[in-house]
């Protein structure tokens, strides 16, 4: 089963395990597994913040479960890059908010 939130995609896979019941995603349940980047001291509402290599900043929203999960993200000088889908990428439309940095 592909991501559940967007078109299929040609490699199947197991459906995530957060959707049923749903839940938060845990860092190592996203693809990739944020477990695989540098893990920061930072912590945004609970979610550990992970650095990637190009500088950009992760990290899961506590607030939306299962189906509604989210990753926001920020650029390498910590400004809101919007809300992606935890096992596709696809930027959540409309999620950027501008002004909105990565608290440090
Ligand atoms: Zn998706």
């Given amino acids: ?9 040609p490699h199947t896979r197991p459906p995530p395990p957060y959707l049923s019941p749903p839940r938060g995603p845990k860092d190592a349940e996203t693809l ?6 540098n893990r920061t001291s930072l912590v945004v509402k609970g979610a550990r913040v992970y650095q990637l290599p190009d ?3 992760r ?18 000088r ?3 890059m919007g809300a992606i889908c935890p096992q596709c990428g696809a930027l959540k439309p409309g999620s950027i908010v501008p002004g909105r940095r990565l608290e440090r």
Avoid: V, W
Wanted: charged share 15%; proline share 13%.
């Fill in 1 to 9: 089963m592909p991501c559940l939130r967007h078109p299929p995609q």
């Fill in 32 to 37: 990739p597994p944020l477990t695989l980047f």
């Fill in 55 to 57: 500088g950009s900043h």
């Fill in 59 to 76: 990290h899961l929203d506590t607030l939306h479960k299962g189906r509604g999960a989210e990753i926001e993200t920020y650029n390498g």
């Fill in 78 to 80: 910590g400004h809101h």
